[in-house]
């Protein structure tokens, strides 16, 4: 019999499965803002900025030089210039190259990742819809562990 977290897997899973998955091959170039509410995976070159309540992947083919990437999570294989915030989790794969800060709820590094950069733990992430409020607002609204007392 499934316990309750693995029927939250399987549920989630399922989900995950219902989203449309959009990909940017590995002979695209894209430049510019891109928005959107389900999955991409990038395997080609990508500049500029991303906002989504999606998931991202990052193959390991991809290049992104990025103003920010504001997602709900990103697996990160390829190289990755910019700052990222992820309010579920951030994974970053062996091979990985991230120049950038990130703030995540969830991390995972694996070995021989390429990493510059800080790390902010969002911790409780608020009910407030990411694109719906002023970046000033939003941050207020996060609780964030190094603010809290030791």
Do not use: W, Y
């Amino acid at each position: 019999m499934l316990d309750e977290k693995e029927t939250a897997k399987q549920v989630e899973r399922e989900e995950n499965r219902k989203k449309n998955l959009t990909v940017l091959g590995q002979e695209t170039e894209f430049d510019g803002v891109l928005k959107f509410t389900d999955n991409l995976i990038i395997t080609g070159k990508f500049s500029g900025k991303i906002e989504s309540s999606g998931d991202l992947e990052i193959e390991k083919s991809a290049i992104c030089d990025v103003d920010s990437i504001k997602v709900n999570s990103a697996v990160i294989s390829g190289k990755v210039n910019g700052n990222i915030i992820a309010l579920e989790r951030v994974e970053m794969c062996s091979g990985s190259k991230i120049k950038g800060d990130i703030e995540t709820g969830r991390i995972r590094i694996a070995d021989d990742v390429d990493f510059e950069g800080q790390v902010t733990m969002i911790e409780n992430p608020p009910e407030v819809d990411l694109f719906s409020v002023a970046s000033d607002e939003f941050r207020r609204a996060l609780v964030i562990k190094s603010d809290l007392p030791h």
